[in-house]
């Protein structure tokens, strides 16, 4: 299969990278291979292929790195943290003219209000609602999963390309406003079940999703 000779490709080459910068630098090196994780799948219909074989790859034995946490790295034994330099990114994005015009500007900037408001709202819940169960509990985390939904960047970066904007507007709406039916009826005690589990079986990601994680 191509996309496990590309996985392999791609191993060798930092295998050979972490031979050179040893050599070189005389450190344990640490790379970061940071992507945008819509390319695998949306764009690359193999990503998420590619990547199975990838990380199954790294696990062998024989090779000369592998796969750690920051926090694991910097807790090696020999390791000395305070060497290491401390840089902070200045704000930027892969968007056009490299930050964030295309996710806020003249054609979507009302939508952060209501993003605002929703997220104000659910950690009011979750700090009023803090030992629910039963059906609550199931309203209290569906009611996250509306905020999260409401919150795909995708909806306001449709909606700044000009492309489909209908489709994003009709989505976010749809968020937003399940989010705060459910808002006045956990509010007012009265949850239906019904309603509940339509919405949890069109939009029910994140399956272990805890409500809980909104508390100040």
């Not at 609602?129 to 039963?134: C, E, I, T, V, Y």
Request: glycine content about 8%; proline content about 3%; aromatic content about 12%.
């Amino acid at each position: 299969m191509r996309a496990a000779e590309h996985a392999e490709h791609f191993i060798r080459g930092r295998e050979a990278q972490v031979d050179l910068l040893s050599r070189k630098l005389k450190i344990r090196p640490v790379i970061s291979a940071t992507y945008d994780a819509e390319l695998f799948g949306h764009w690359w219909f193999e990503g998420p292929e590619w990547l199975n074989f990838l990380l199954r790859g790294i696990d062998d034995v024989r090779r000369n790195f592998r796969t750690v946490k920051p926090s694991e790295y910097l807790s090696l034994k020999g390791h000395r943290p305070s060497c290491l330099p401390v840089c902070e990114p200045s704000m930027s994005s892969w968007g056009d003219k490299g930050y964030s015009e295309r996710w806020l500007n003249e054609a979507n900037d009302y939508v952060y209000r209501h993003l605002y408001k929703v997220v104000e709202r659910m950690t009011y819940l979750a700090g009023r609602f803090p030992d629910s169960a039963g059906i609550l509990q199931r309203a209290l985390n569906q009611a996250a999963r509306e905020v999260l939904l409401s919150q795909h960047s995708d909806w306001t970066f449709i909606m700044g390309n000009g492309t489909h904007s209908g489709y994003a507007k009709r989505r976010l709406k749809e968020h937003v406003g399940r989010f705060n039916f459910l808002y006045e009826s956990i509010i007012s005690g009265e949850v239906s079940e019904k309603s509940l589990k339509e919405m949890e079986e069109g939009y029910g990601l994140f399956k272990d999703i805890d409500y809980r994680v909104y508390r100040c």
